[in-house]
């Protein structure tokens, strides 16, 4: 099929799931490398969902601007495993990733940090990471297929990961419910959707950190995810690929995509917010910026 023909169905797909004009829907469906249809597979499981999502949500306020290669979650590929799914770590962020997943209190910040209620078992090479309260899990190798090193308590946390799988903490509770049911967004279900959805199309969204290696990502509350950044990839393009890739399918046409600016956008109302730098932050720092941050993950 011609390029034109399939920008022709993407704008036509993208005036019917949004209320984006036609001229609008055209404009970006010309940006999009290509369009073949949705790619992105989606758990059937809700809870996997959720899961997911939260990751995603831990991840994000974790690495903030601190990621190495690209990687913007510490994740290179992911790949469906029946219901679940396959997460491949950037190798150099892999220890970390799975110490800002794994569920502790730490004293000093006065609550609970990682994903509650999640568990780890499995090979060092090929770790199950598995939700306490469901059939909910996540399968996590190197890239660099190395073994992983399991996460040491460091001053003032509590490793609550390594309690029983049927042992919960209060804390993990209370966390996990606040999650499931947040007074800081309208619709969970669209919020466990997209999130699942930045976990499984890391080629995409690391499109953002390309040009330096890194970017920035952090998180208001449990309802939003924001990436900001400066080179590269411009939001209309990036949003032209996440469209023909199928990331706002099922999500209400009302609040599916708002296109603020040249240099913002919303993706499911204020879910997904992705701002774009009008010019470099970086400069010649970018390299030193980059080494400095490889430097803190050697230490």
């Known amino acids: 099929m011609s390029r034109s023909r399939n ?11 949004t209320q984006l004009t036609l001229s609008t829907a055209s404009r970006l469906a010309q940006q999009a490398d290509a369009y073949l249809g949705s790619s992105i597979e989606d758990s059937p499981d809700p809870r996997q969902r959720r899961l997911e999502a939260h990751i995603a949500h831990v991840l994000a306020g974790s690495f903030q601007d601190h990621q190495l290669n690209g990687a913007l979650l510490g994740i290179r590929e992911a790949e469906p495993e029946g219901q679940s799914v396959k997460l491949t770590l950037e190798s150099a ?10 569920p502790r209190f730490d004293h000093l910040y006065g609550g609970l940090r990682g994903v509650p209620g999640l568990r780890v078992r499995g090979s060092r090479k090929r770790l199950i990471l598995h939700d306490t309260a469901s059939s909910a899990q996540v399968t996590v190798v190197r890239d660099d297929g ?3 090193r399991l996460p040491t308590a460091r001053d003032s946390e509590v490793l609550l990961w390594q309690r029983f799988s049927r042992d919960v903490s209060r804390d993990e509770r209370q966390e996990a419910k606040g999650w499931k049911n947040s007074r800081a967004i309208d619709d969970p279900r669209v919020r466990d959707l997209l999130f699942s959805r930045m976990l499984r199309c890391p080629e995409l ?14 998180t208001h509350h449990e309802g939003d ?13 990036l949003c032209a690929t996440f469209l023909a890739h199928g990331f706002v399918d099922a999500v209400p046409r009302s609040n599916a995509i708002d296109l603020v600016s040249r240099h913002s956008a919303r993706l499911g109302g204020r879910t997904v917010i992705l701002n774009r730098h009008g010019s470099c932050l970086y400069g010649r720092n970018a390299q030193h910026i980059a080494e400095s941050i490889r430097k803190g993950y050697r230490s």
């Not at 969204?205 to 990502?217: Q, S």
């Open 7 to 17: 920008a022709n169905r993407l704008a036509k797909k993208i005036r019917n799931q």
């Open 93 to 102: 962020m892999a220890d970390e990733v799975l110490r800002e997943l794994l």
């Open 146 to 148: 190395r073994s992983f």
């Open 205 to 218: 969204v690391n499109r953002t950190a390309a040009p330096h290696g890194f970017a920035n990502c952090y």
């Open 225 to 237: 995810l924001v990436i900001e950044w400066c080179c590269g990839v411009t939001v209309e393009s």
